[in-house]
């Protein structure tokens, strides 16, 4: 089996169009549909899934998914977590707790907010073990292991979480990046990246951020992500070097 990375999701916090139809900038085209921001990876035998978006039952579906041994989280955000209660039937297919991975303050708010994903509550039993990650840790099965680095960037007010494997770095929510975690940026062969929107934002970065980031680090292939409803498909593929690819949901590479 080839390792393989999938954008489950790649729209911003309330996806495009809006509940209300509103699509902004957005021309009519399938790739201009995007769910809320979360991705996949297989590694061999692995299935780990990076943040549980409010549409993450119809990404699995839709992308044919249909084994999970771990999920990791970039933030608590309720565009990143709140479909974790989707989960369960995992739980139930592994006869085993779900681990869930994440800073020490992901896991907190992540407690606090879905306690009976954790600890038994009105009868029902917990579904999840939670894990608290340092720089480095590991995603075993039997004799598989996926390595990760996770590493600090800021987002807005809060820290939130990036990921570095193999030569695939993800950070999906970001507006700075410490000089600290620069060093995890280099000599990428893929990075996908948040890329808001046209204009400046407290807590995402924008396009002539996201590029500016990518023109210091220069990945071998940047994907941008998180898009909002003024960043146009066929606008940006029209805008961007060859290199640097806007996302769609579904969209998947090998690594
Ligand atoms: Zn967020």
């Not at 943040?51 to 249909?66: C, E, H, M, V």
């Not at 606090?112 to 994903?117: E, G, H, L, P, V």
């Not at 940047?222 to 690819?245: E, F, G």
Request: glycine share 4%.
């Amino acid at each position: 089996m080839k390792n393989k990375f999938t954008i489950l999701g790649c729209g911003s916090s309330l996806g495009s169009p809006w509940i209300t139809n509103y699509q902004g900038e957005l021309k009519k085209n399938s790739k201009n549909i995007r769910t809320r921001c979360c991705a996949h990876i297989q590694y061999k035998n692995l299935s780990v899934l990076i943040d549980t978006s409010p549409d993450i039952k119809s990404q699995f579906l839709k992308n044919k998914i249909r084994s999970l041994d771990a999920i990791i989280y970039t933030h608590e955000h309720a565009d990143q977590t709140s479909g974790i209660f989707e989960m369960r039937p995992f739980f139930w297919k592994n006869k085993n707790k779900i681990p869930v991975y994440g800073s020490r303050r992901t896991v907190k708010a992540l407690i606090k907010k879905y306690t009976f994903c954790f600890f038994p509550k009105h009868g029902y039993v917990p579904i999840m073990k939670p894990n608290v990650i340092k720089n480095n840790f590991k995603i075993k099965k039997k004799n598989q292991t996926l390595s990760l680095k996770a590493f600090n960037v800021i987002h807005g007010m809060i820290n939130a979480t990036g990921f570095l494997f193999e030569k695939v770095a993800y950070i999906s929510d970001c507006n700075k990046i410490p000089k600290k975690s620069f060093d995890y940026l280099y000599n990428l062969e893929y990075l996908i990246i948040d890329c808001l929107r046209k204009n400046k934002h407290p807590s995402h970065f924008n396009y002539d951020e996201a590029l500016e980031l990518i023109k210091i680090v220069k990945p071998k292939k940047a994907i941008l992500t998180n898009l909002h409803t003024d960043l146009d498909y066929v606008y940006l593929k029209k805008i961007l070097p060859s290199n640097i690819i806007p996302a769609y949901d579904g969209l998947s590479f090998n690594f």
